[in-house]
C-alpha cells in the first residue's frame, strides 16, 4: 500500500511540482521532496548515467537515489506533451523507462502516468488517470484536482505579481532565461542567482511570466519550435526584453533542444545587453562569476550612457 510518495527535486518537479504536491496530499498522502541540489547529488547520479546524459538528467538520477528506502513509492510522470507544436524533450517521454532500468537492481517503485501530444489528451483526464492508480474514486480524483489546481494557479499569480512589482526596480534588472529545473536547481541556477544578487542585480525568470501570455508570444519568435518549455522561455524572453537591463540565457550541457533554439534568440534579442551560458558537472565558479561580473559592468556602462545610449527597440 502507498501512503509516502517521494517526488525527485529535478526536471519538471520545478515546473508542476506545486500541483503534483497538493494533489496527492489533498488525496491523503504524504509527499517527500529529495533535498536541495548539491555537489554529492550529483555525483551520486553521475556515477549511474551515460557520458552523452545532460547535467540535469544526472542530477535527477541523484535526486532518484536520495529517496530510495524513505517513502513506498517515487512519482516518475511520462511527460510527452499535450500538442504536436508543444511536446517535451525525449527524455520526459521515456522516464519511467530509463529509471527502472538504470535502477533495475535496486527494484524501486514507481508511480507513473503518461501523457503523450497523440492521443489528445487533458490534464485533468491524466489527474483522474494517476488518482485511480491510487484507489481512489472518481469524485474524490476530481476534488482532489480542483483543488490543487487552484492552489498552484494562485501561486504561479503570486510569483508573476513579485516579479511585476520587481520590474519597477531601480536597481538592475537581469532576466534568467532557461528552463525552470536549470534555473531554480540550488547547485545550478541557483549559484548564479546568488552571484547576480551579490553585485546588487535584481533577478527575474522566464518561468515567473504568465504562461499563456509566453506561450502566445512564443508563436511569434517560431511557428514551428515543437517543444513546450523552450515556447515558453523564448516567449518570456521576448515579453520581458525592453524592461530589463540584460538577459543571462542559461543552458546545460548537453541540452539539444537549447543547442537549436538559444542562438536563433540571441539573434532576435536586440539592444539588450545578453550572456550565453552552458552550465556542465566540472567544479568551482570562478571562471563563471568572472563572466557575470563584466556582464554586469557592461549593463552598467551602457546604463551609464556608453554605446551611445541607444534605444531599445
Not at 189 to 206: F, K, N, Q, S
Request: net charge positive.
Amino acid at each position: 500500500m502507498i501512503r509516502t510518495i517521494g517526488i525527485p527535486r529535478g526536471l519538471m518537479a520545478y515546473r508542476d511540482g506545486v500541483l503534483w504536491k497538493d494533489f496527492f496530499e489533498e488525496l491523503g498522502f504524504t509527499c517527500v521532496f529529495s533535498p536541495r541540489s548539491d555537489r554529492r547529488i550529483l555525483e551520486n547520479g553521475t556515477g549511474r548515467a551515460i557520458d552523452e546524459t545532460c547535467l540535469p538528467f544526472k542530477m535527477y538520477l541523484g535526486h532518484v537515489m536520495e529517496l530510495m528506502g524513505k517513502c513506498d513509492a517515487i512519482f516518475v510522470p511520462r511527460t510527452g506533451g499535450y500538442r504536436t507544436t508543444e511536446k517535451m524533450c525525449t527524455r520526459y517521454e521515456a522516464l519511467p523507462d530509463l529509471i527502472r532500468n538504470i535502477f533495475r537492481e535496486e527494484q524501486i517503485r514507481i508511480l507513473t502516468v503518461s501523457y503523450d501530444w497523440y492521443e489528445k489528451t487533458k490534464e485533468e483526464k491524466v489527474f483522474l488517470e494517476l488518482g485511480t492508480e491510487l484507489g481512489k474514486t472518481k469524485k474524490e480524483i476530481k476534488k482532489a484536482y480542483a483543488r490543487a489546481r487552484k492552489k498552484e494557479d494562485a501561486w504561479l499569480k503570486g510569483k508573476e505579481k513579485s516579479q511585476n512589482q520587481l520590474l519597477e526596480s531601480k536597481r538592475t534588472k537581469v532576466l534568467m532565461a532557461g528552463h525552470p529545473y536549470v534555473l531554480h536547481d540550488a547547485y545550478m541556477g541557483g549559484e548564479l542567482a546568488r552571484i547576480l544578487e551579490h553585485m546588487g542585480a535584481d533577478v527575474l525568470y522566464t518561468d515567473y511570466v504568465n504562461r499563456e501570455s509566453a506561450l502566445k508570444r512564443s508563436y511569434e519568435f517560431s511557428r514551428v519550435m515543437p517543444w513546450l518549455i523552450n515556447r515558453e522561455m523564448t516567449g518570456a524572453a521576448m515579453l520581458l526584453k525592453n524592461k530589463v537591463d540584460g538577459i543571462m540565457i542559461v543552458s546545460a550541457y548537453p541540452c539539444g533542444p537549447d543547442a537549436l533554439v538559444n542562438d536563433m534568440l540571441i539573434r532576435r534579442l536586440k539592444n539588450v545587453p545578453v550572456l550565453n551560458l552552458t552550465l556542465d558537472a566540472q567544479t568551482g565558479t570562478a571562471g563563471t562569476e568572472t563572466r557575470i561580473e563584466s556582464f554586469i559592468d557592461i549593463i552598467r556602462y551602457q546604463k551609464a550612457g556608453g554605446y551611445g545610449n541607444q534605444d531599445r527597440r
